[in-house]
């Protein structure tokens, strides 16, 4: 299944939806939180879970949770040359520019189970999650969403260090 996800205009927080192929509404996300923030995540204006960043000194930590359990905890990993990512409770990982939005998830067999890339040259964040393990669909949403909120909080640092020097 492909959906694409389009996130209204906001500095620290995310706020959007994502639309099927047929441009039909599917879900919504949003934060009111700018702090530490909470991002709910409803399907057909259902809440089927949300993301929670964890205060951390010096890496991002976001909670997913699915319902009222916390499945998993997505975690930046320090390598020489980049970063990577697990939510080590269930075995997946994400490989590619993250930065960029153009990323693949794999699960605990090494199966692509999506692929994310983003539109370029938009005024506003626009990339689709091309979704192959439907079963898992929901959880890669939550994660697409928790990958998206780190994004911007590594953008919003490195804005402030720029503009302190």
Request: proline share 1%.
């Amino acid at each position: 299944m492909k959906y694409y996800l389009k996130e209204n205009f906001r500095l620290l927080h995310a706020d959007g939806q994502l639309y099927n192929e047929a441009g039909e509404e599917v879900y919504t996300y949003k934060n009111k939180n700018v702090f530490f923030p909470r991002i709910d995540l409803c399907k057909y204006g259902i809440n089927i879970g949300h993301i929670k960043e964890q205060f951390r000194w010096f890496l991002d930590h976001f909670d997913i949770v699915y319902g009222a359990e916390t499945v998993g905890t997505l975690e930046e990993k320090l390598r020489f040359l980049g970063s990577e990512m697990w939510i080590h409770e269930l075995g997946w990982r994400i490989e590619g520019d993250i930065f960029s939005m153009n990323y693949d998830v794999y699960n605990e067999n090494d199966e692509v189970i999506a692929v994310v890339d983003q539109e370029i040259f938009r005024m506003t964040q626009r990339f689709y999650i091309d979704i192959y393990d439907e079963d898992n669909e929901e959880l890669i949403v939550l994660l697409v969403l928790a990958v998206n909120q780190f994004d911007k909080n590594k953008k919003a640092a490195a804005a402030a260090a720029a503009s302190a020097h």
